[in-house]
Nanobody
Framework: QVQLVESGGGLVQAGGSLRLSCAAS????????MAWFRQAPGKEREFVAA?????????YADSVKGRRFSISRDNAKNTLYLQMNSLKPEDTAVYYC???????????????????WGQGTQVTVSS
């Protein structure tokens, strides 16, 4: 069965950086889109970024464009990453790794389109 396990969250000051990892197992992810979502207290889970497992094509939410965040994957390690720079207090949330069948990273940014989810990792940015 598919397992997605996130790590790398923590407490960081505003302006700092973190790199989240998501170890994926249980199947080959060719023809899958991998993504990061986040959910702040009292808010809906929102799309952050996505990448195609095979081609590495990426897509970002407007809130993290401008290269503050960068999504990547290491096929050999079956691991997805989210590099987060210039963090802001409003980036505080639980960050989730997710996967769905597809070949277009912007094909759907809805959380309902994703079949597999990790347990989440907490990111807290202090001001």
């Amino acid at each position: 069965q598919v397992q997605l396990v996130e790590s790398g969250g923590g407490l960081v000051q505003a302006g700092g950086s973190l790199r989240l990892s998501c170890a994926a197992s249980g199947r080959t992810f060719t023809n899958y889109v991998m993504a990061w979502f986040r959910q702040a207290p009292g808010k809906e889970r929102e799309f952050v970024a996505a990448i195609t497992w095979s081609g590495g094509n990426t897509y970002y939410a407007d809130s993290v464009k401008g290269r503050r965040f960068s999504i990547s994957r290491d096929n050999a390690k079956n691991t997805l990453y989210l590099q987060m720079n210039s963090l802001k207090p409003e980036d505080t949330a639980v960050y989730y790794c997710a996967a769905r069948r597809g070949s277009i990273p912007h094909g759907s940014t809805s959380r309902f389109a994703y079949d597999y989810w990790g347990q989440g990792t907490q990111v807290t940015v202090s001001s």
